[in-house]
Every structure is written in structure tokens, then in C-alpha cells.
């Protein structure tokens, strides 16, 4: 449903219509994907909507052989994108560590259900948050955005090129799916310009080109095939060249640039909003669609008399360990909300360092966690 004026466009629409459509707007050129619940409304709107802008939408064999087509045509100089599910980002994590050994910016959307295995493929979770992290062998880089709503879900879609283009580095984006299939009211203003990373280019030439130079910023300019540059990519670590290396120091080197480039870049990328209040002894820490009954939760407890300090971030890998560090300076625990067993409850301890308790939350038979169930947990500390 649309409703239009000159200056704004009013949209009911899902969450995976907003991730479509948030990738567009980046410039998404090339989407590879493999149908599967509850993504696949991805891939049903950019098989229509990408040739229209003259785009590429290719359905793939399986979702393996999805995220190598993305990261080719990344290669060849397409922001290019794939969408999942549980079974499907597990296929994907080999080439997902090619992508980020080889640095080839890409963006890989996973919206979360019930698992392992083929587990609950219409229900939603959130149990999808470590392998986002470590689902792919080795140390590596890796960024996580997590929206808690339709209008987010666009703009953070945009926002995982951006980060992708601008560090060389594949972006996953993780909904789940309520996020996926909730209709929601999203008004667009015609007007409203967004920044759009492109990545850096090499300003040399041809045969002084290094594509995985040692520079300043740690992320090296970028060449498209078919550019007049001739490099070789592969999943080896590599020299500044580009080409396999079993020299140690060149190993440590490139190995430590390749984590460097995220960690000292971190207050850059992590994003948090907070909600506190002065004195406030109880904190609340929750992500994605458990945010929504989170600040329900917030709500009502606060119309109690009771003072919460509440963070949801928007970026789950970074993790948001300074915000956290902080919180638990300030309360006597944090309720960490989650459709999982708690695995972003580790990650709060880990960054509490005993500071504080830690009180998980937690539903793992595909319903939502409800408002009152968090809020039973807020009312038993008080």
C-alpha cells in the first residue's frame, strides 16, 4: 500500500521488502541467491526489481554457490548482495571466509529462524549471532548489523554497503523473522539524501599496483577487473601482491592488518542507542526484534517508578564492549533478553567483567519473548 505527496511516500511494508529495497538504494547491482524461508521474499522482489535498473539477479544451484557468484561480481566492481536462512548461511561460511581473507566487500543478509538443522523454518530466533561472528574458520574480520524494525531494516541495509565498500570487508545483516515479515508503516521523504561509500581506487598505474598494499588506513585501494589492472586473488594468505607467502613475518603482518582494520575502526562502526536514567540501578540490554518488547517492558516498569538503564545495539559484531563496560558500572545487573540460550549474555558477562549480574531471558520454541516476561525479570530485582 502507497500513499504519495511531492514530498513524501508512505509505505506498509515488510521487512524484507525494506531490505530490498534499502539495497537498491545503496546501489545494489548483483544479487546471487537460493530461495528459502523466511528470506526468499529478497529475492522474489530483486528478480524484478534489479533488471529494471539495470541490474544482475542470478538464481544459483545452492547458497554455496550464491556467495561465490556475489563475491565475483564484486570483483568485477558490483555491490553485489545474497539473502538467506539458517541451513543456507551454514553453506555459505567457507566462501564467506574466502571474502574476508581476499577482501572483497559484499553483504550477506540471514533472516534468523529456529534451528540447528532445518529446525523451525517459519518461527523466528536469534540463535544465529555467534556463527555471524565465528561460523567461518580462523581469525577474521567480520561486521553484524541486527535492525529491530522495517524503517531500520532499510536504513541499515544501506549501511552495510557502506561499511563493506569502505573497509573491504564482507557485512552481514541479521533480522529474523519477525523483522522479515512484519507490515509497518514507513514514511520516505523524496528529499532525504544518503551518503554512499564507494570503495577506494588505486591511484597508480597498472604495473605499480599492489592490491593488498600496507597503507596508512590499513584498507587497501580497490581495482575492478577488466580496469586494465591484471592481480591475483586467493583464499592463501598473501603478500602485498597478492600471490601465496609461507614468510613469517609477512604472514603475522597481513594477518594482523586484516583484524587491525576493523578493531581500530570500531568507534566508527559500532552504533548503540541508549535510554538511561539518572540512578537507575537495573540495565537492560536487547537486540533485534526483542528490543520491541524490551522498550515495552521499559515502559511499563518505568510507569511503576522503577529506573532502567536501557541499550539496544544496532551493530552486534563489533561488539558494543565499551557500552557495556559502562552499564555495568552504573547497575547492580543487566537482563539480557534473547531468542536463544543466551549466547549475547556471554558476550555482556564477558564485558562486565564481574562487575555486575548478568539475568538472562530466553525463548527457544519460535514464539517472541513477551513484554511481561522481561518485565518479570525487571520486577524481581527491584
Same mark, same amino acid.
Given at each position: ?53 539495470? %541490474? ?82 580462523? !581469525? ?39 523483522? %522479515? ?86 568507534? !566508527? ?9 539518572? %540512578? ?51 547497575? !547492580? ?50
Amino acid at each position: 500500500m502507497k500513499q504519495k505527496n511531492d514530498q513524501f511516500e508512505v509505505k506498509v511494508i515488510t521487512g524484507n521488502e525494506a531490505c530490498a529495497e534499502g539495497a537498491l538504494a545503496a546501489g545494489l547491482r548483483f544479487f546471487a541467491g537460493y530461495p528459502i524461508t523466511p528470506s526468499s521474499e529478497i529475492a522474489e522482489i530483486l528478480s524484478m526489481r534489479l533488471p529494471a535498473v539495470g %541490474g544482475k539477479f542470478i538464481q544459483m544451484e545452492d547458497e554455496i554457490g550464491a556467495m561465490g557468484a556475489v563475491i565475483g561480481a564484486s570483483l568485477v566492481g558490483s555491490k553485489a548482495m545474497t539473502a538467506t536462512s539458517g541451513p543456507g548461511f551454514s553453506l555459505k561460511q567457507e566462501n564467506l571466509g574466502y571474502a574476508a581473507m581476499a577482501e572483497v566487500p559484499c553483504v550477506v543478509v540471514n533472516v534468523m529462524r529456529g534451528g540447528p538443522s532445518t529446525g523451525l523454518p517459519t518461527l523466528p530466533s536469534q540463535s544465529d549471532l555467534m556463527q555471524a561472528r565465528w561460523g567461518t574458520h580462523g !581469525d577474521h574480520p567480520i561486521i553484524a548489523l541486527c535492525p529491530h524494525g522495517v524503517r531500520e531494516t532499510y536504513d541499515l541495509t544501506i549501511r552495510a554497503f557502506n561499511l563493506s565498500e569502505k573497509y573491504r570487508v564482507p557485512v552481514i545483516l541479521l533480522l529474523d523473522e519477525i523483522i %522479515g515479515h512484519v507490515n509497518e508503516k514507513v514514511i520516505f521523504d523524496k528529499k532525504e539524501k544518503f551518503e554512499l561509500w564507494q570503495r577506494e581506487t588505486p591511484d597508480v598505474p597498472p604495473e605499480n599496483y599492489l592490491p593488498y598494499k600496507f597503507t596508512e588506513s590499513d584498507v587497501p585501494p580497490m581495482v575492478s577487473f577488466g580496469k586494465g589492472y591484471r592481480f591475483h586473488v586467493t583464499g592463501l594468505v598473501h603478500d602485498e601482491t597478492g600471490f601465496p607467502t609461507n614468510n613469517s613475518e609477512q604472514i603475522i603482518k597481513f594477518l594482523q592488518r586484516l583484524n587491525r582494520k576493523i578493531d581500530r575502526y570500531a568507534d !566508527d562502526i559500532i552504533q548503540v542507542h541508549e535510554d538511561s536514567e539518572e %540512578g537507575a540501578k537495573i540495565g537492560l540490554f536487547a537486540f533485534g526484534s526483542t528490543a520491541r518488547s524490551a522498550k515495552n517492558a521499559v515502559n511499563l516498569a518505568r510507569e511503576k517508578g522503577v529506573k532502567i538503564n536501557f541499550i539496544r545495539p544496532t551493530v552486534l559484531w563489533p561488539f558494543p564492549q565499551k557500552h557495556v563496560a559502562r552499564l555495568a558500572d552504573q547497575c !547492580d545487573c543487566i537482563i539480557v533478553p534473547e531468542m536463544n540460550l543466551g549466547q549475547m549474555a556471554h558476550e555482556v558477562e564477558w564485558a562486565s567483567a564481574g562487575k555486575t549480574e548478568v539475568i538472562k531471558v530466553n525463548r527457544i520454541d519460535g514464539e517472541p519473548i513477551r513484554p511481561s516476561e522481561i518485565l518479570d525479570a525487571i520486577m524481581e530485582r527491584v
